[in-house]
């Protein structure tokens, strides 16, 4: 399939034609909390507006498995070997178009954590990952390196339910999933753009359990009160662009 040719549903024309790489992610769980904005501020850089929705900014968990990475000119050889990952995000805006904004990446491959790390401008963490299926269920837990005494560390299991569906525009499903670019910054407050084009998710609704979630240690703010939404979706291919520094 050729993903340059299904370009109708993006909210914004294709960046270019000079995509970098092309990524394989299945098996996805989507984990979304509501948040007041006023938590999430002093995580994210000043200069990138938080997009709320009904008045809340939304802090997400996401795992999936990343089934390839493909260089452009080499469609069928992988950088890599499939491994999971686990992802902490949330929503935000510069000048007026909407991306994603990491909060941190944990992975347990070694060309994640040391190339992509340095070259997206992103969080990456080390971590051992154990990622399952027993029949339908998916079973995954994560404990990141480096930190002996309560270790950050996200332990669950998600089984989908429902048929496949596709979110309509306006709705939460499609907010909370529907993101072609991410931002990024260093440590001298420079921002980070990277572009992303998929096809929409194929979406189902999930029947998803949490054991333990040290994931959000950073924010003071109790989660534990607050009912998750969950998706799941079989995954999508998905086309890279190089990142651009779009503010000094």
């Known amino acids: 399939m050729n993903l340059m040719n299904k370009i109708n549903h993006r909210p914004w024309p294709l960046h270019s ?11 996805l769980l989507f984990v979304h909390w509501p948040i007041p904005i006023e938590a999430l501020r002093p995580h994210i850089p000043p200069s990138l507006k938080i997009d709320t929705f009904d008045g809340y900014a939304w802090l997400g968990v996401v ?8 260089p452009r000119g080499l469609p069928s050889v992988s950088l890599v070997s499939k491994f999971s990952e686990i992802n902490v995000r949330t929503y935000v805006q510069y000048e007026g178009k909407p991306g994603v904004y990491f909060i941190s990446l944990d992975v347990e491959d070694w060309a994640s954590y040391t190339i992509a790390k340095k070259w997206f401008r992103l969080p990456y963490y080390s971590a051992q990952i154990s990622f399952q299926k027993e029949g339908q ?12 005494n309560n270790p950050i560390t996200f332990n669950s299991k998600y089984v989908p339910l429902s048929e496949i569906y596709f979110a309509k525009k306006e709705t939460l499903d499609y907010w909370l999933t529907e993101r072609y670019c991410f931002y990024s910054s260093d440590n001298r407050s420079n921002i980070y753009c990277s572009e992303i084009h998929h096809l929409p998710w194929p979406l189902q609704k999930v ?11 950073p924010f003071q703010f109790d989660f534990t009160e607050i009912k998750p939404i969950y998706h799941f979706s079989k995954g999508v291919d998905s086309l890279i662009w190089n990142i651009k520094k779009i503010q000094l």
Do not use: P
């Open 17 to 27: 034609k000079k995509w970098i790489m092309r990524q394989t992610w299945n098996n």
């Open 207 to 217: 029947e998803a359990e949490i054991y333990m979630n040290t994931l959000f240690f």
């Open 137 to 148: 269920t998916f079973h995954c837990q994560s404990i990141r390196k480096g930190k002996t």
């Open 63 to 70: 795992v999936f498995v990343m089934d390839g990475i493909y």
